[in-house]
């Protein structure tokens, strides 16, 4: 994150000093910051909600039980996670709410497994797989009905909205696809060192620490 | 029809609680109260990334990238009026609307481009902001191969969505 964030930087200041357009690159570098607070300001509304939602929902049991449904999509993605962890519900809860295109409700049950999923962790400063399967799943839009473009196709006077549902699912899959290929890939290459044995271990079925 | 879903889900969930017996405002109080403290862990990302986006935006760079990835794209076979959308879809969510708004207005909805960026946007997200905004609530400092995963997947988006729609209506209109 550090290169692309430095990269993005240096890059703004020399195109912004080729293409004259400074003034914006200045105005950008200060405002932007007030953009984000007024950005959080709305998270923390919808995050207060959601998780009083989800206590409501963990204290009564709903939460094991939808957790039970995406148990097989879910068990099969993330291998560290067990059936019974907080971090399990968490992701089925954040699964359900992307796939009802709830977009308010899906981060702030994505950010509960995080955090659950960097407690399991031990809250090393390496992600773990399991975390960057569960980002990759979050940067993919996956929803049964795509609302905002929808929405927006209708305003733009689309004869019919709905017509490209069945291409944005399977691009969905297919881009989701892709992304989860590379994250297998990538994944022995980007170990940090030390922990690969550990995780042969796990595989091989020994007991967990 | 989408009207329906959070204010039922809204019901189901409290319903649900008060028929297991559970104080069911107390509850919601409860998870409220923790899930605001987790705001503050993610506001150090978001201003370093939002600015970071900003600048770039302002800077006229994707111009730049534009014109450098048009054969890329034709190689691919994305049509040229999708490149500043596929640009910054991942770097910026209202940008990408913006950008939205506008191939719909100019081209129409129902045409092949017009699609062809409703696909793209309906499956796509924005990566980087998920980035930031995810790993911001641990202590993760080391994303390892998050990033290349996740902009994987956003290549593959865009260009299945200009196959798919190739596939489906044709690339007439």
């Known amino acids: 994150m550090t290169y692309i964030w430095v990269g993005m930087l240096v890059l703004s200041v020399i195109c912004g000093a080729l293409t004259g357009r400074m003034e914006g690159v200045s105005a950008a ?11 959080s300001i709305t998270l923390l509304g919808s995050l207060c909600l959601w998780g009083g939602v989800m206590n409501i929902a ?16 879910v068990g099969r993605l993330f291998s560290g996670v067990r059936r019974d962890s907080p971090a399990f519900a968490a992701i089925s ?9 709830l977009g308010n409700a899906a981060t702030p049950l994505g950010l509960t497994a995080m955090r659950e999923l960097d407690r399991q962790n031990g809250e090393r400063e390496s992600a773990s797989d399991d975390m960057i399967t569960f980002v990759v799943l979050n940067t993919a839009s996956l929803q049964l009905i795509p609302t905002t473009a929808a929405t927006l196709r209708l305003k733009a006077g689309s004869q019919n909205p709905m017509e490209i549902i069945t291409c944005v699912w399977l691009c969905s899959v297919l881009a989701l696809a892709a992304g989860l290929l590379v994250n297998r890939a990538l ?23 | 029809m989408t009207a329906y879903v959070v204010p039922l889900l809204l019901c189901a969930f409290a319903l649900y ?16 109260g923790e899930n605001a403290k987790v705001i503050l862990r993610v506001l150090p990302s978001l201003v370093g990334l939002m600015t970071a986006v900003g600048m770039f935006k302002a800077s ?10 048009a054969p890329v794209a034709s190689l691919l076979q994305i049509p040229r009026e999708i490149i500043p959308l596929a640009l910054l879809r991942p770097i910026s969510g209202s940008g990408a609307m913006v950008i939205f708004q506008d191939v719909l207005q100019s081209f129409g909805p129902d045409s092949y481009i017009g699609r062809v960026a409703s696909v793209l946007m309906g499956s796509t ?14 202590h993760v400092k080391k994303t390892r191969h998050t990033l290349p995963s996740a ?17 489906f209506f044709g690339a007439a209109g």
Not at chain 1, 58 to 73: A, D, N, Q, V
Not at chain 2, 158 to 166: G, H
């Open chain 1, 29 to 39: 570098a200060m405002g932007e910051c007030i953009k984000a607070v007024e950005l």
């Open chain 1, 58 to 73: 963990e204290k009564s049991g709903l939460t094991e039980k939808i957790s039970g449904w995406f148990y097989p999509l």
């Open chain 1, 93 to 101: 809860m954040n699964l359900m709410a992307n796939l009802l295109g």
């Open chain 1, 187 to 209: 994944r022995g290459a980007t170990r940090p060192r030390g922990t690969k044995s550990a995780a042969r271990r796990i595989a091989k079925g020994g007991s967990r620490p």
């Open chain 2, 17 to 32: 609680g008060i028929s297991q017996k559970v104080p069911v405002f107390d509850a919601f109080m409860e998870g409220a």
């Open chain 2, 60 to 69: 006229g760079a994707l111009d730049l990238l534009q014109a450098g990835l």
């Open chain 2, 125 to 138: 997200e924005t990566t980087f902001y998920t980035l930031a905004v995810y790993y911001g609530v641990t």
């Open chain 2, 151 to 167: 902009l994987s997947a956003d290549l593959a988006g865009f260009v299945c969505s200009a196959l798919l729609v190739r596939l």
